[in-house]
Each structure stands twice: as C-alpha cells, then as structure tokens.
C-alpha cells in the first residue's frame, strides 16, 4: 500500500496533465481522466494484491 501522499500526489499530477489536454484540444482531458485514473486504480490494487517481497 503507498502512503496517502502518493495517492494525492497522482490524483494532482492526472488533474494537471488532464487540465494542460483540455486547453489544446477540448473534451479530451476527460477521456485522460478516465484512462488515466483506471490505469492507476488497477496497478495499486494489484500491487496491493502481491504477496509482500523486499519491496
């Protein structure tokens, strides 16, 4: 599991890039958000999912 900060921290960064997409071609910050957000939701579940190694 990552520390809030990071989940913060990625929730800033997908909002940032999503923001700069609208601004050159509008509507596709959006589908930024949903790619983007889907892709890390399913990468920290399934990192949470491993079972605990020298990480």
């Known amino acids: 599991m ?3 900060w990071m989940y913060v921290a990625v929730a800033f960064s997908i909002a940032l890039v ?3 997409i609208g601004q050159i071609v509008p509507g ?3 589908a930024f ?3 983007a957000s889907t ?3 399913a990468y920290a ?3 949470r ?3 605990k190694q020298n990480r």
């Open 33 to 35: 958000v949903a790619l």
């Open 45 to 47: 579940v399934s990192r």
């Open 28 to 30: 596709l910050g959006v």
């Open 39 to 41: 892709l890390w939701t």
């Open 18 to 20: 999503a923001f700069g």
């Open 49 to 51: 999912q491993q079972p």
């Open 2 to 4: 990552f520390p809030t």
